[in-house]
């Protein structure tokens, strides 16, 4: 199912905060200077979000901030919510996420209450 008009901007949104992401993740490998991790950083820039999250994981994981890697994790879980059209319904509760928590939390999974209980992001 599509995504209403109301939440279709949301979608470049996402890819700009995914890009943001992984080029902060890129930069962060880079920072070892080792010319591997320099080529493997530059190639893994260029890679489908998925697959690139998967190759920090693999490779990078115990090196990298765990909270970039989930960034990125839950980036594509939106991503996917919105192509299905729940991206505004939390996960946790089902009430309606507002337009304006999504655009300034636009990974947001769940609303503020449950996040306030305990849930992630």
Request: proline share 7%.
């Amino acid at each position: 199912m599509p995504p209403s008009p109301a939440l279709a901007d949301f979608a470049p949104l996402l890819a700009r905060h995914q890009r943001a992401v992984l080029h902060h993740l890129c930069k962060e490998v880079e920072r070892s200077g080792h010319p591997e991790d320099v080529r493997t950083a530059q190639w893994v820039e260029h890679l489908e979000a998925g697959l690139a999250l998967k190759v920090f994981r693999t490779l990078y994981s115990p090196h990298l901030r765990k909270a970039a890697l989930d960034a990125l994790e839950h980036i594509r879980k939106a991503q996917r919510r919105l192509e299905r059209g729940v991206y505004d319904i939390c996960d946790d509760c089902g009430t309606t996420l507002a337009l304006a928590w999504l655009k300034r939390h636009p990974a947001a999974l769940r609303c503020p209450a449950c996040i306030s209980h305990g849930g992630e992001w």
